[in-house]
């Protein structure tokens, strides 16, 4: 467990805009600052953090909560490792029970993985830096290649003894379990249950996630047989999803950030040289085919990707259709070709940075206009083909969201092309027309598989559903009330000296919440009252009960702002409930219970109609009587009349 007061001191540090603005590209807005979604793809802005408040809310996804819960829903840690990550970023010495391999076996599945490949991780680098066999053989490879001391260091380079249980001997000497071994792929099962090394005689190049723990490994050969692979990579596992992983973007995302545009590259060995050239916003692909998730975060810091090719000019034909997928996401995709025999490694390590970045300035072409120009090269005078690349290259720009955007790359287009930009617009219209359709139809069949059946429509009971959704937003009202009002003293006729919170929790004493997570929020505050305490917004925050704190940010976050000049603008006087907060409090007390009430009233007349003992039916029907008299004082309270 980590103590208490290094939890407080992590929350005192943390600057919730600072944390969530490592993964989200944010603007300011009024005292809040927005973004898109990192857990929904959209296109407006719905993600909103309030650093006053410490929250952040989505109100795509519905999550919402610190910083801490937003590193555990994006990037699933659990709540000790969420806390560990702002530590180390912030600086603070987490203090806590010692780990031993008791404890490494008591951790859940995930974070064992997270941690063998942490531990591999350290194997490999030291084994590069302080055995001889690494120095003279791995150590001595990445000098070759150019890179410094600092570099293998940062981006933790390591080499894999060429024997055959080097490391996982090690690990199991080191108490770590043969299960997580094999599923992170760092050892390989033989046929009578043994193990051996994945990696071994290969330089290593880890693969980190997003806030920076290795996750996964690429391992190259250094020998020349042709029947051993040059790169073997590590497996999928719970932890690594290699469609969901970028090399290099946890070294590179502040550096996308700030230039607001990301170079998206094709190997290990060229992210790592542009970066150590002082040009840090460069990621690759792991040499897999760019993916929809992939790009999507990218799109999280910027909406401008660079491509960065070499001269292989077939495989630059073969990967231009699946481009399209970045320009369908929104983004703004230019394509930088470089001379033959040289990719963005060996050009950056032979010129230099100055040269790079000024043949990247040069030669950068929007990626619509560099396919249409790649394409034209293959035509000739054929009319034939003509027609299928002016079909495919307004199937590139059909994709594209913005339609102003769209209209521009049409027109230049046209003249490229040589062809009427009627002619193109029509064409673009049909396939436009054409997606919005099936769209539509997909849309269609999935309302189908959720309309509910004539069966189900039998025992669909409207009045106790609606009862049930007045008492949640009831009992959410006073959570809502106690999170803003409750340190707030009162000053009120007849009533004085005493807080807010204290009077409610008073005044409900005798109301059973029936919503867990309000019910839960209810007896903590009660507690905390009892305990001489009143609990500021902050304590439920920060709250480890994930429920609790989904409560209590929907409750404190709002999607809109009334503008300083509304009034003047709109001439609509909107209410001030602060302005009479005796009529919103006790207005929100008295409205739940006689939702109560109402409730216990419903439940009695249900009873009346199902007992038959004489005796039986004149206690409830005093019950009720009593219950009528308790509605009908409350209902004076609130002005409003009963329909009986």
């Given at each position: 467990m980590i103590t208490k007061p290094t939890v407080d001191r992590i929350m005192e540090a943390t600057d919730i805009v600072e944390v969530i603005g490592e993964f989200v590209q944010l603007k300011k807005r009024g005292a809040n600052y927005v973004g898109l979604s990192p857990f929904v793809n959209e296109r407006t802005p719905s993600f909103t953090v309030s650093p006053a408040k410490g929250i952040f809310k989505?109100?795509?996804?519905?999550?919402?909560?610190?910083?801490?819960?937003?590193?555990?829903?994006?990037?699933?840690?659990?709540?000790?490792?969420?806390?560990?990550?702002?530590?180390?970023?912030?600086?603070?010495?987490?203090?806590?029970?010692?780990?031993?391999?008791?404890?490494?076996?008591e951790q859940n599945r995930r974070e064992s993985l997270m941690i063998v490949s942490g531990f591999a991780a350290k194997f490999f680098h030291e084994s590069l830096l302080h055995t001889d066999e690494g120095k003279s053989i791995g150590y001595s490879y990445f000098k070759e290649r150019g890179f410094s001391n600092d570099t293998i260091k940062k981006f933790e380079l390591g080499y894999s003894p060429d024997q055959w249980e080097?490391?996982?001997?090690?690990?199991?000497?080191?108490?770590?379990?043969?299960?997580?071994?094999?599923?992170?792929?760092?050892?390989v099962k033989r046929d009578n249950g043994s193990l051996y090394d994945r990696y071994r005689g290969r330089v290593m190049f880890p693969i980190h996630s997003f806030t920076g723990r290795v996750i996964a490994f690429g391992g190259r050969t250094l020998k020349s047989d042709k029947n051993v692979p040059k790169y073997v990579n590590s497996p999928e596992s719970e932890i690594y999803h290699k469609s969901n992983i970028l090399y290099g973007l946890y070294f590179a995302k502040k550096a996308i950030r700030d230039e607001d545009n990301c170079y998206l590259v094709e190997g290990?060995?060229?992210?790592?040289?542009?970066?150590?050239?002082?040009?840090?916003?460069?990621?690759a692909s792991s040499g897999t085919s760019l993916t929809v998730e992939q790009i999507r975060l990218i799109g999280r810091l910027t909406k401008n990707i660079t491509i960065l090719y070499d001269g292989d000019a077939a495989g630059i034909k073969a990967s231009l259709r699946g481009l399209d997928m970045i320009l369908e996401e929104g983004l703004n995709v230019k394509v930088v070709l470089f001379p033959d025999g040289h990719d963005p490694d060996s050009y950056v390590q032979?010129?230099?940075?100055?040269?790079?970045?000024?043949?990247?300035?040069?030669?950068?072409?929007?990626?619509?206009?560099?396919?249409?120009?790649?394409?034209?090269?293959?035509?000739?005078?054929?009319?034939?083909?003509?027609?299928?690349i002016i079909r495919e290259i307004v199937e590139s720009i059909a994709k594209i969201p913005d339609s102003i955007k769209a209209s521009v790359f049409l027109k230049e287009c046209s003249n490229r092309l040589e062809i009427d930009e009627r002619a193109l617009l029509s064409e673009?219209?049909?396939?436009?027309?054409?997606?919005?359709?099936?769209?539509?139809?997909?849309?269609?069949?999935?309302?189908?598989?959720?309309?509910?059946?004539?069966?189900?429509l039998l025992f669909f009971d409207e009045p106790?559903?609606?009862?049930?959704?007045?008492?949640?937003?009831?009992?959410?009202?006073?959570?809502?009330?106690?999170?803003?009002?409750?340190?707030?003293?009162?000053?009120?006729?007849?009533?004085?000296?005493?807080?807010?919170?204290?009077?409610?929790?008073?005044?409900?004493?005798?109301?059973?919440?029936?919503?867990?997570?309000?019910?839960?929020?209810?007896?903590?505050?009660?507690q905390e009252v009892e305990n001489g305490v009143l609990p500021e917004e902050q304590?439920?925050?920060?709250?480890?009960?994930?429920?609790?704190?989904?409560?209590?940010?929907?409750?404190?976050?709002?999607?809109?702002?009334?503008?300083?000049?509304?009034?003047?603008?709109?001439?609509?006087?909107?209410?001030?409930?602060?302005?009479?907060?005796?009529?919103?409090?006790?207005?929100?007390?008295?409205?739940?219970?006689?939702?109560?009430?109402?409730?216990?009233?419903?439940?009695?007349?249900?009873?009346?109609?199902?007992?038959?003992?004489?005796?039986?039916?004149?206690i409830l029907l005093n019950q009720y009587m009593h219950m009528k008299k308790v509605e009908k004082t409350i209902s004076d309270y609130l002005g409003s009349v009963i329909i009986k």
């Open positions: 989505d109100f795509s996804s519905g999550k919402g909560g610190s910083a801490v819960t937003f590193l555990m829903e994006l990037e699933r840690f659990t709540y000790p490792e969420a806390l560990k990550w702002l530590a180390k970023k912030y600086g603070i010495e987490v203090e806590e029970t010692v780990e031993s391999v008791e404890n490494l076996e080097a490391f996982t001997g090690e690990a199991i000497k080191q108490g770590y379990k043969e299960e997580f071994l094999v599923e992170s792929g760092l050892s290990y060995a060229d992210v790592i040289s542009v970066h150590q050239a002082g040009i840090e916003n460069v990621v032979k010129f230099g940075t100055n040269a790079f970045k000024t043949h990247v300035d040069k030669n950068k072409k929007d990626f619509i206009l560099y396919k249409t120009e790649i394409l034209l090269k293959d035509v000739g005078n054929d009319p034939i083909k003509k027609a299928e673009l219209n049909k396939m436009r027309q054409a997606k919005a359709k099936k769209d539509s139809q997909q849309q269609q069949n999935q309302n189908r598989k959720q309309e509910p059946s004539p069966e189900d106790q559903e609606h009862v049930a959704k007045e008492s949640d937003t009831q009992e959410r009202e006073i959570v809502r009330l106690l999170l803003h009002y409750g340190n707030k003293m009162i000053d009120w006729d007849g009533i004085a000296n005493t807080y807010i919170g204290p009077f409610m929790i008073a005044e409900l004493s005798d109301v059973e919440f029936e919503q867990p997570e309000t019910k839960k929020f209810m007896e903590i505050y009660r304590h439920f925050i920060h709250h480890p009960d994930k429920g609790i704190v989904d409560l209590v940010v929907t409750m404190l976050a709002t999607k809109y702002i009334l503008s300083e000049n509304w009034y003047e603008m709109h001439k609509i006087l909107v209410p001030d409930e602060q302005a009479n907060m005796k009529a919103t409090i006790l207005g929100a007390i008295f409205h739940l219970k006689k939702q109560k009430v109402g409730k216990i009233l419903q439940n009695l007349r249900k009873e009346l109609q199902t007992t038959t003992g004489e005796a039986d039916q004149e």
